[in-house]
């Protein structure tokens, strides 16, 4: 990419649709703690251009939003990986994109004589879910796509397909006046896109604070499995949501973006992994890693414990971790792929005391292990069950194995 594009923010009625809804003097009306004017060296892709088969570089935004007295919840994200293995072809011509490992293999003197080959794929995989809470039902896709990657913002373009990630002031010219009173501020800026015969879906979004580190250094150590992991722990977010026929709905509400980038060197891992935006201004992330000890059909919590932590942010930014923490699953629900907890538990002595139920637990698949690998994790917005704090939460786990 050239410069930031905005070319999507303006199509349609889209600027006079959410001018029509939404105050533009309130959404000029804007404090963040957030004071980083630009996007971050922890956007920029951490692992070059080359990533291995155990690899994996992920942009994650999850969202809740209203409108017109109707709940929405989502996922868009971008997730880059190594080389997947695709399927098997017959034919002389070389291999391409394969794995280091691989290469002398497949590219040496030998090579014309494997007449049955892998083929692999290393394109970014784009994933969309929606949450329609109304109606109790979820749309979720996830495909490879073509389109353009800058490697300094992590941002993507197709022309259904977008994650934009550039500095609000450089954006802010050529943006309709609704979003340009959005963007007011000279912070990061964020419009995202997700389009198919089911809905389109777009959204704008700023940072409250800056990002936070978790881990050292930002990596979080398990086992073999280096994460390393930045978190914008709260974003305003407005809208668009077209369903079906109708006049689009203009969306409301607030989301998180993870930017993680990842390393395993082990199989057979399963996870839970939480996340809260507290009424009182405050937002945790607490995450269990374990081993898959007992198979897929064990309890979430069965397996040694890898590694886990819980951390807490400010309302100024500040983020610290917690130690005493647990996450504890109290109800299971039988999936094709195991049980997953539907009920959790969350302690932070001395912090924060909870227990969430998830709302419409969904299978959202992942290509992230190649094609032939039924894999993915259980993704939920959560509803709060017992607490003193009220927010908006989210539970995430992945059976052992991906769920294979």
Known sequence: MSGPDTSFATIADGGASLAA????????????????PGLSRWDAIQQGSDLKMNQSDCAWFAF??????????GILALHRTGP?????????????????LLRPLLAGPLAPLILVKPVFDA???FL???YDHQRGEAECFEQPVEGEID???????????????GAAAAWRPSL???????????????ALRARNRRFELELFLRPHKDPVLYGDGPALRSGKTVIHYVQRSRLDLIGRLQLDSGPPLVLRGDATQDRHWTTVR???????????RLDDGRECMAYELRGAGGGRRAPADSGPRLGGGAWLVGVDGSVRAVDGWSLTPEAHQATPRGPVPRRLRVELPGELRLVVESEMPTFVPTRALGELAEAGIWESPARLVEGSVGGRFWMDVMPPYGGV
């Open 123 to 125: 394109r970014p995989l």
């Open 266 to 276: 082990q199989i057979g891992l399963r996870w839970i992994w939480f996340m809260a």
């Open 128 to 130: 969309a879910v929606l």
């Open 64 to 73: 809740e939003a209203a409108a017109e007295g109707r709940r929405f919840s």
């Open 21 to 36: 809804v939404l105050d533009a003097a309130q959404l000029a009306d804007f404090h963040p703690t957030a004071r980083e």
């Open 176 to 190: 309709p006046p609704i979003l340009q009173a959005f963007f007011a501020r000279d912070l990061p800026a964020f």
């Open 151 to 165: 490697p300094h913002s992590f941002s993507f373009r197709s022309p259904d397909l977008q994650l934009l990630q």
């Open 84 to 100: 997947r293995f695709a399927r098997m072809r017959l034919g002389p011509e070389p291999v391409q994109g394969a794995p280091p």
